[in-house]
T-cell receptor
């Protein structure tokens, strides 16, 4: 069955280190998204991509970067981890860019920055 | 800018009773509304969405939602709650914003169904 996976599921790192979170989908969806989930804020968009070589900033993109070299993967990199980036990170994908299209989510990565 | 409000942090209901999880929205154009559910240590799962047409939308696991344009609401409902419905529920609104599709989530409502 098609799915979307994230790895690692849990990560503890230190302030200042570079961290990369992986996201892989097998639906062949063009669109992929990264969100962070914090108590009281719901989910907030970090970065998104509408296809290979396309990346765009979301509402909370500072300190994060993404690259899209193929359809299946959108890794999220924290260039220099900060304690404020302790959060749960979700990757999502959708088939089209339309406003009515449903996004499907991965299981999440819990990141702790000490 | 669009926004979504879920006024209740937590809703408690007894098993077998009807449940309602509230959501109100604020958008400048046509609202496209979604409900997602999150079980512990899991990702968000799609429940249902309102695009256009019938104001009562039916979704997965027996859930439905009623779109009310005059009250700008999209409340999630279920006629008879199950203990297994206990989870975190998110309402979201989708529209075009500065040239891109934006999906804005509410802060979530925790549903507790007591046996």
């Amino acid at each position: 069955d098609a799915e979307i996976t994230q790895s690692p599921r849990h990560k503890i790192t230190e302030t200042g280190r570079q961290v990369t979170l992986a996201c892989h989908q097998t639906w062949n969806h063009n669109n992929m998204f990264w969100y962070r989930q914090d108590l009281g804020h719901g989910l907030r968009l970090i970065h998104y991509s509408y296809g290979v070589q396309d990346t765009n900033k979301g509402e909370v993109s500072d300190g994060y970067s993404v690259s899209r070299s193929n359809t299946e993967d959108l890794p999220l990199t924290l260039e220099s981890a900060a304690s404020s980036q302790t959060s749960v990170y979700f990757c999502a994908s959708s088939e089209s860019e339309g406003v009515t299209d449903t996004q499907y989510f991965g299981p999440g990565t819990r990141l702790t920055v000490l | 800018a669009q926004s979504v409000a879920q006024p209740e942090d937590q809703v408690n209901v007894a098993e077998g009773n009807p449940l309602t999880v509230k959501c109100t929205y604020s958008v400048s154009g046509n609202p496209y509304l979604f409900w997602y559910v999150q079980y512990p240590n899991r990702g968000l799962q799609f429940l249902l969405k309102y695009i256009t047409g019938d104001n009562l939308v039916k979704g997965s696991y027996g859930f439905e939602a009623e779109f009310n344009k005059s009250q700008t609401s999209f409340h999630l409902k279920k006629p008879s709650a199950l203990v297994s419905d206990s989870a975190l529920y998110f309402c979201a609104v989708s529209l075009w914003d500065t040239g891109r599709r934006a999906l804005t989530f509410g802060s979530g409502t925790r549903l507790q169904v007591q046996p």
